[in-house]
Structures are given as structure tokens and as C-alpha cells.
């Protein structure tokens, strides 16, 4: 494990970075607004299209790691709704409970980088394809604030989804990327994964964590611990192969997404306790993360 914390320590390191330069220098919130927007629209897509089109397998072979990835954030939704039965604030619940099952793609494709290659952030890929639309689904739907319609306008434009799809289907077709704009897309992906890593420790909000204990608690339990736990189950009962498994694990072991606060405060939930969650999840990252990629190979 300690390997492992140590292959993953650039990572964090960047995290940290971030929340350091946010607060110690001029660059304020505008500034990584920018970034977050360039990360989000043009340099993820880029890595997870050009990843995609050279993925080393076919659609129908990751059909075992899909089922076992969207089988564990079904666990993480059914989690997520059992903490009704706390009975905290019914609107801060509502926004919170979607931190127990999304995922923040940034971290999922640093860390399978780092770990595994563009072999592991392929599969990773798939896993961000598919898990896109069912999280951002439960998440919308526990909210109760958006029409069908609008979710699926919503998730047809998402360009994680976008370019992992376009990527998906050239390579079903059999398609390459001519070799004179490959290295572009490798510099492109590159720079994803610095800067994305940066604005995830430039939207760390530290204060107000201990209010509602209980409820923060089992979302972040269900987060970094039982949804992972699913996950690994699963893929034993699936046979999934190491790359397969260690994809996996990294998906459903890293903090939840950053754009969950964004979700809660366009429909009118609790988006300030969603944001220390948010906070408060990057840093069990940081323990969760090097426990299960150990466990994945094993």
C-alpha cells in the first residue's frame, strides 16, 4: 500500500498545489473558473477520445467490467436513498446524496494514468461512458427538480460523454487517428490531467464540515468504502482481468465529483454543504484510493 500511496503522491500533490495557489496568490476564483472550463470542454475530451480510438480491446469483451462498474454506483444510488432514513434536513439530504455515487472523472483519469497506461484509462473511459448517465440521472432525480427533457439535453451534451462515444464508435469501425495528430492529442491529455488536478484542490472548501455528522458520514462511507467494496466483489464474480479490476477500483474509489455542488445550486438544493462534502471527499481520497488500487492486485 505504501507503494502504491507513493505512485499516487503526484496526484495529491497537484490536488494540494491547487488549494494552495487559490488562496496564497492572485489567481482567485475567476481564474480557475477559466481553467475548469478549458479542463472540462477541450482537454478531458480530447484524452478520453484519443484514449477510446486506441483502446487494446473490443466493445464486447468490456462488457464484464461494465456490468460490475455500473452494478457498484447501483449499489452507491440505493446507498444514497437509504439515508432518507436519517432523517436530516430533507432538502440538505436531497443535495447530498449524490456525493455517495458520482464520481470526479479528472481524478479517475489522472490516477488510471499514473497506475496502468493508457491500457487502464482506456477501460476507465468506458467506465466514465457509461457511468456518466446513470449518476447524473439518480442525481437529477433525487433533487426533484428537472424534467426528462431537460436530463437528456443535458447529458447528450456533456463532453466527457461526447468524445468517449465518438471515440468508442471509430474504434468499433475500425478507424485510426492519422499518426501526424496523435501527439497533439497526447500533449492535450497531458495538460488534462496537471490542470484538472489543479482545479479540483483550487474548489477544496474546508469550513462548516461538521454540521449534519451522521448524514455526511454514511454518504461518505457508501463513497469510499461500500462502493468500492461492491465493486471489488463483483469483479471477482465476473473474472475480470487485472487491467479490467484495477480500472475499476480506481473508478469507484475516488472522491466525488465537483460538479455535484454545481448540480445543487442550479436546482435549488443545498449547494454550500455540497461543496464541503465535495472537500471533505478529495481528501478521503487520498486513503481510500491507495487502499483499493493495492487491493485490485492482489
Not at 40 to 49: D, E, I, K, N
Not at 68 to 94: E, K
Not at 156 to 184: E, F, I, S
Amino acid at each position: 500500500m505504501l507503494h502504491t500511496a507513493l505512485l499516487l503522491f503526484p496526484d495529491f500533490a497537484l490536488i494540494a498545489l491547487g488549494y494552495a495557489l487559490m488562496r496564497l496568490t492572485p489567481l482567485q476564483r475567476d481564474v480557475w473558473s477559466g481553467v475548469e472550463r478549458l479542463v472540462y470542454y477541450v482537454l478531458f475530451p480530447a484524452l478520453l477520445f484519443s484514449t477510446s480510438v486506441r483502446a487494446p480491446y473490443t466493445l464486447a469483451s468490456a462488457s464484464a467490467l461494465v456490468a460490475a462498474g455500473m452494478g457498484a454506483l447501483s449499489v452507491g444510488i440505493a446507498l444514497a436513498w437509504s439515508a432518507r432514513w436519517l432523517r436530516a434536513d430533507a432538502r440538505r439530504t436531497a443535495s447530498g446524496m449524490q456525493c455517495a455515487f458520482r464520481f470526479n472523472s479528472y481524478i479517475v483519469l489522472a490516477v488510471s494514468a499514473s497506475i496502468g497506461g493508457a491500457q487502464v484509462v482506456s477501460r476507465a473511459g468506458v467506465l466514465i461512458a457509461f457511468g456518466v448517465p446513470l449518476s447524473n440521472a439518480a442525481a437529477v432525480w433525487a433533487l426533484a427538480r428537472h424534467g426528462g427533457q431537460g436530463l437528456w439535453r443535458e447529458l447528450a451534451r456533456n463532453p466527457l460523454l461526447v468524445a468517449t462515444a465518438a471515440g468508442l464508435g471509430m474504434h468499433a469501425l475500425g478507424w485510426q487517428l492519422p499518426h501526424l495528430v496523435l501527439p497533439v492529442f497526447d500533449r492535450l491529455g497531458g495538460a488534462a490531467i496537471a490542470l484538472g488536478l489543479l482545479t479540483v484542490g483550487a474548489g477544496l472548501r474546508l469550513q462548516g464540515l461538521h454540521e449534519d455528522v451522521a448524514l455526511s458520514a454514511w454518504l461518505l462511507a457508501a463513497r469510499h468504502a461500500l462502493v468500492p467494496l461492491a465493486a471489488w466483489g463483483l469483479g471477482l464474480a465476473l473474472h475480470l482481468q487485472a487491467a479490467q479490476m484495477l480500472a475499476l477500483l480506481v473508478f469507484t474509489a475516488v472522491p466525488t465529483a465537483s460538479s455535484a455542488y454545481v448540480l445543487a445550486e442550479r436546482m435549488g438544493g443545498d449547494g454550500a454543504y455540497v461543496a464541503r462534502l465535495v472537500s471533505l471527499s478529495t481528501l478521503l481520497g487520498a486513503l481510500s484510493l491507495p487502499a483499493f488500487v493495492t487491493l485490485a492486485g492482489r
